[in-house]
Each structure stands twice: as C-alpha cells, then as structure tokens.
C-alpha cells in the first residue's frame, strides 16, 4: 500500500490547497476517485467551473448539491460544484431564528451585493460546505479544491470571516442593547454614520444598517460554527495536501504556501508534484555530449531535443528536492506529464492510480 493510499484510507477530510493552475482540481477529483475505489464514500467540493470536470465526471454539469457519479468502484462517489451565493443563503436559513429573519437578511440588497463579492467569501463558503458536508454523516471523506489563492491562511482564516464582519462598528452601532431604531443612535455613531454616508451614498448605508439589524441575535451561533470549523482544520483526521508543478514559479509559491501553513501550526501531510517530465537514464552532461558529437548529421535535432528534455528534467528534481526540503515530514507523489488533458472518468482512474501505486 503506497503512502498516498494511506492518507486516504486515514483521513475524513482532505483540503487540497496551493495556487491556481497547477492541477489542483483535478488532483482533488482523482483523490475522490482514489477513496471511492477503496470503498470510502467520498464526496468532492470544486471551485472550478470549468465544464470540462463536469464531463470528465460523465454529467452535464455540477451544481451546490452533492451529485452522485457512476462508475467502476466499491464504494460511492459524489461531487459538488460550489455555489458561493447559494451557500450563504444556506448559512443565514441554517443560523436565522426563523424564516422571516432569514427572508429579510437573503432580501437585503446589501447583503445580495456583498454575498458574492465581499473578500474572503468564496474560501469562507469553501469552508461552510465542508462543514455540512462532513457533519452530515453521509460520507467516509470529503475533498476539498481550495479557491486558488497565494495565501494558504485565506482558507485558514475564513470561519473568521462573518465572526469580523459582526464585530463591526456599524454592527455594534446599531445593535447595541437599548438603542433600537436609527434615530435613536447617539450623537457620536450618528456623526460617523452620515460622514460614511457623503461617501458611499445614504441609500447604501441605509440597507447596511437595514442589514446588520436584520443579523441581530444570530452572533453566538456563527461564533458557535467558527469554532468547530477551526477544530476540523486542526483535526488529526484531517489532511492538507499541497498541489504544484515542476515549474520554478510554482515551486517557488508552494514554499511560499507551506512556510503560511507553518504560521497556522499546520504542516502539509502529502505533496503531490503534477506535469513532470520523465527521469532519463542518460545525464545532462552525457545528453550534451551527445549533441555536441551528432550535430550537424541527420540524428542531431533528435540528440539535441535529448539534450534539453534531460537538462528541464534534472531541473524539475533539484527544484522537487527543495520543496522536499521544506516539508520533510510529507510525502511526495510525482504525476508524470499526460499525453491528453482529463476528459473521462479514465482519465481520472488514471492519476488516481498514479497517486496511490
């Protein structure tokens, strides 16, 4: 059994995290893959809205429930396309008093403004649809595609988020025990309320109070759930696996995203490195020989073309080694370069194998 089998047979949670580009949807599929072949019930969240994940899934397309995908494995496998704004529509129904509350938060043009656009929401609701879905009981694992960022602490951060959009002045302003209505606001708050209104226009604050009225009494259970989340990151049982590829400017940024990891506390358990390029048995000084010796004859562009493929591959190892050096405790699983982009389940099976052989 390979290391990579074993983080997945030993894990309910894996956060596949590292920045754009580098395979980390696909990677977070094919882990998926990988457990539901094992037997796990395994469900995955992408942030990718590429369609061409969907196909590669066999469906037309993925939305913010968990579709069930057919194919060739024990257990089951299932995979979620998430939906920011749906998401927290969810949050608010899940934490709200009663309908009504909820209906005038998710009813609120400020809050349909910032639902989707407010920084930090899209790791945040990454985070919520773990949560449920972890707590749900319905799955053995679930995999998580992070929102491509640079910094790994976004996703670290993000049961925070509403924490501190509550702990806003505007918000204890207007909520404050025994203030009520605007109009009743003290001199101080009113004053800072109209200065905030010459710039964003009284329209806008006026639907941010509407807003932050409209939250009130729900604090203590967004607070209640940040503090799970935050337990689940730093859950034994659950895994940070960190995607990159042999390229200098994306080793550079998973060293950059480890050393944030290491801010957290946290450590990566696995590196997984795709698009490398195969390990010849010939050196770079042989290759170049080579070269040198046939140029000018009819072999010469395929020496030399020999010559460059070792002299890029002997660079992807020292760049891989000292990403290993920056996480000594994680394993490494390579990905070789595939002649065709993912498009099936089989192109999924097959970096799936390639991760756990």
Known sequence: MTDYRKLIESHRVIICCGTGGVGKTTTSAATAVAAAQAGKRAVVVTIDPAKRLADALGIAALDNTPRLIDGPWSGSLSAVM?????????????????????ERIIGNRFYRNVSGTLSGTQDYMAVEKLNEL?????????????????????FLEAPKMLSRLLDNPIYRIVTAPGRGPFKVINTAAQQVL???????GATVVDEAVAFFQAFEGMEEGFRDRANATIELLGDERTAFVLVASPRADTIDEARYFLRRLHCADLNASAVVVNRMLPQLSTTPKRATELAVSLAGSAAGGAAQALADLTATSAGDDLRIAELQNAAPDALTARVPMLHDDVHDIDSLAKIARLLTD
């Open 82 to 102: 998430l939906d920011t704004k749906s998401t927290f529509d969810e949050v608010v129904r899940r934490h709200a008093h009663d309908e009504a509350q909820a």
């Open 134 to 154: 972890h707590d749900s009981g319905h799955y053995d694992l679930v995999v998580v595609d992070t929102p491509p960022t640079r910094d790994a602490l976004a």
């Open 194 to 200: 109209r200065q905030l209104a010459r710039v964003v």
